[in-house]
């Protein structure tokens, strides 16, 4: 796994245990979700200018996904993490 729970933990600046479960399954979620995305995601890990740019963007995607889990409605992506994305995808 690329980012450990007290990492993402500090990046969204929750200082509290009882989310712990729900940070693991959207960490999980946010790294298979960059493993279908990018093609030779395992192999592009390798490079450290790739793989601190991907953690970021799990980061940013976790606290998308994390500040509006009880919106109830599925919605796109924001302009960055679409940007990221296509940038990693693109070649980096």
Do not use: H, P
């Amino acid at each position: 796994m690329l980012l450990k729970t007290e990492e993402v933990k500090n990046y969204l600046r929750i200082d509290y245990d009882e989310d712990d479960n729900l940070l693991q399954s959207l960490m999980v979620a946010a790294e298979n979700y960059l493993n279908d995305a990018i093609c030779n995601l395992e192999e592009r890990l390798k490079e450290e200018k790739f793989k601190e740019r991907a953690k970021i963007l799990m980061y940013v995607i976790i606290q998308d996904w994390y500040d509006n889990r009880e919106a109830g409605e599925s919605k796109d992506f924001n302009y960055t993490i679409r940007s990221m994305m296509t940038q990693l995808q693109a070649g980096g």
